[in-house]
């Protein structure tokens, strides 16, 4: 997938973007309003469940990897009927996602490993400087 799909225009109800504060509770804030903004839409529960744990990952990575003092991160939702997307931005484009196995801590770093199962396709852009789009979508059901 390329990066062309997330500036489309879209209609207003299709589309929401909100910068946050990269902390903890910014990262919260992201997933309470990605859950809002499914249900409002009457998005299958699957959909709502699993855009709600890849909106938490997405958005903790970006309080946690990509946090520099004084920039937020974007979370952005958007539909076209067949997909949802999740798109965090940060600006830390130097610091690209990756699998983390650490020796000493089992429960960190398996995060890419949540989106890959959740996500029917997931990936990064990169840009504009220093930015980076980490994305995820989901297939939406057939009506």
Request: hydrophobic share 40%; charged share 30%; glycine share 6%.
């Amino acid at each position: 997938m390329n990066s062309e799909k997330s500036t489309q225009l879209l209609r207003p109800a299709d589309h929401f973007s909100v910068l946050l504060s990269p902390t903890p509770r910014g990262a919260r804030l992201a997933r309470l309003l990605a859950v809002d903004w499914t249900r409002d839409r009457d998005l299958p529960h699957r959909v709502t469940e699993a855009a709600e744990h890849l909106v938490a990952e997405l958005a903790t990575n970006a309080a946690t990897h990509g946090r520099l003092t004084g920039r937020d991160f974007r979370l952005a939702l958007l539909t076209d009927g067949a997909t949802l997307r999740v798109e965090v931005t940060d600006t830390r484009g130097d610091d690209l996602p990756r699998r983390r196995v650490p020796a000493t801590n089992a429960e960190s770093g398996r995060g890419l490993l949540l989106v890959e199962a959740l996500a029917d396709r997931w990936g990064v852009d990169l840009g504009p400087v220093p930015r980076k789009t980490v994305w995820a979508e989901l297939d939406l059901p057939r009506a």
